[in-house]
């Protein structure tokens, strides 16, 4: 009898449900063990309840745990006021404070930005080891969807060529939320072919596809031509891209009255978007401003299409803005482009 009731309450705590909100695990004293033990990461805020920054903080921590979680890695809290011993136990003294456990035990503070960009790149960076297998079709059906750029290698055996290339791809670049799996009906239900790298993106047509080159060089190419949308906007994180890079970039600057050449742009897509970056700058905003002032562009003059040489640094104009012509237009300037790279060499 005793056995039996130890069996049945060893089987409930092992079956325990942990409650949960917009994605994060609602820690107590009754679980907290339980949820460490259970999966391998566990990013775990300590808060108060009365803390104003505690509130800021929420849902920017649930975004990020959106993010980043999976079935090796989670985002909890719990409430020191109401957990005393728990947060005297892990030496919390300011809220709110967030700490990484792995593997039952606590391994470090996190000190960043309370940003979720950083929280979700801290995480990435320390939990990541590689592609994870799925488990079940649900697993490839949600990481299909993530706002984030994933990708999934379907594949017939962990021994081949193929996937230890992917696999050793996903090891470099941590970043990148990457799963795999051997099972054929997985691969079926997700209408991928075997072998295959299925990059799922929330952009374009949402899904592009690896199927005969598996050179992890040729899969950093591809992983970089699908970063972006082939139709991007002037940003920050753009310029960066652009200025820091070397690929040449084909410019729309406009304004909200001055807009109408972007579907002659749309229209010229097709025929130029495998040969150069594409990008729209409003300069109605700061960064299209100071684009347009970089090229030395006057707002009376807008539309233009700029064609940019980030190594030379040197750019074209084209004012007469059609579909054909900026497609002619684009081709020409690639010439040059190429031309020059071969004088350098």
């Not at 594949?155 to 791809?169: A, T």
């Not at 295959?196 to 047509?205: G, L, T």
């Not at 803005?321 to 002619?328: E, L, Q, R």
């Amino acid at each position: 009898m005793q056995y039996l009731l130890t069996l049945l309450l060893f089987s409930l705590v092992l079956g325990q449900q942990v409650p949960e909100e917009n994605g994060v695990l609602i820690l107590s004293d009754q679980n907290f063990e339980y949820v460490l033990k259970k999966y391998e990461f566990v990013l775990i805020d300590f808060y108060a309840h009365w803390c104003g920054h505690c509130h800021h903080l929420a849902p920017i921590f649930a975004s990020a745990a959106r993010q980043v979680r999976n079935q090796n890695v989670q985002f909890a809290k719990i409430n020191c006021p109401q957990y005393e011993h728990l947060c005297r136990k892990y030496q919390v003294t300011g809220f709110p404070t967030l700490k990484l456990f792995g593997d039952g035990q606590l391994q470090m503070e996190y000190q960043g930005d309370r940003t979720e960009k950083a929280i979700v790149d801290w995480m990435r960076k320390k939990t990541n080891k590689g592609s994870i297998e799925a488990k079940s079709l649900d697993q490839l059906k949600k990481i299909s969807e993530s706002p984030n750029l994933v990708m999934v290698f379907f594949g017939e055996q962990k021994e081949s060529y193929e996937f230890m290339q992917y696999f050793q791809f996903s090891q470099k670049n941590k970043h990148i939320s990457a799963m795999h799996t051997f099972n054929q009906n997985f691969a079926n239900e997700m209408r991928a072919q075997v072998p295959s790298i299925v990059i799922y993106k929330p952009y374009d047509e949402r899904k592009a596809a690896i199927y005969d080159n598996f050179e992890i060089s040729y899969i950093e190419q591809f992983i970089k031509k699908h970063s972006y949308p082939v139709l991007m906007n002037f940003d920050l994180p753009t310029a960066k891209r652009i200025f820091k890079g070397d690929q040449p970039t084909l410019f729309l600057l406009q304004n909200s009255q001055t807009n109408h050449a972007e579907k002659h742009l749309r229209l010229a897509l097709s025929k130029i978007k495998d040969q150069i970056l594409i990008c729209i700058a409003n300069t109605d905003n700061k960064y299209g401003l100071r684009l347009m002032q970089y090229f030395g562009i006057q707002n009376d003059y807008l539309p233009q299409i700029v064609a940019f040489n980030p190594i030379s640094e040197s750019f074209n104009l084209l004012s007469e803005i059609t579909k054909d012509g900026i497609v002619s237009f684009t081709q020409q300037f690639l010439g040059l482009h190429q031309n020059t790279q071969k004088q350098d060499l």
